[in-house]
């Protein structure tokens, strides 16, 4: 069973910048896709940003493209969302996910595995 926790949320100003955590509880080697999703209250889950662990490339939602980067860590355990010039539409609650999967994308439903989640808020 993978277990993921999610860290490194908070309030900041418009323009600002977060960096985002998940530490995961096995060694994640290739064969996995791991994500980052947000999602608002009363609105759908949205698909932020993916990376193969077997290709290393990375999947991103145009809302995001140029601002966020998501990345391995130090380690096997250890993934991050890096966010840049941050604006009020990104705040949410910030969730990490995983699936057993050489091909990733951000259609939320194919991702199995997901943490409680790390709030954002951007403020103008």
């Known amino acids: 069973q993978v277990q993921l926790v999610e860290s490194g949320g908070g309030s900041v100003q418009t323009g600002g910048s977060l960096t985002l955590s998940c530490t995961v509880n096995t060694n994640i080697l290739g064969g996995y896709c791991m994500g980052w999703f947000r999602q608002i209250p009363g609105q759908e889950r949205e698909g932020v940003a993916s990376l193969s662990t077997t290709y290393h490339n990375t999947n991103y939602a145009d809302s995001v493209k140029g601002r966020f980067t998501i990345s391995r860590g130090n380690g096997w355990k250890l993934f991050t969302l890096e966010m840049n010039s941050l604006q009020p539409d990104d705040t949410a609650m910030y969730y990490c996910?995983?699936?057993?999967?050489?091909?990733?994308?951000?259609?939320?439903?194919?991702?199995?595995?997901r943490g409680q989640g790390t709030q954002v808020t951007v403020s103008s």
């Open positions: 996910a995983a699936h057993v999967s050489h091909t990733c994308t951000l259609r939320t439903y194919e991702y199995q595995y």
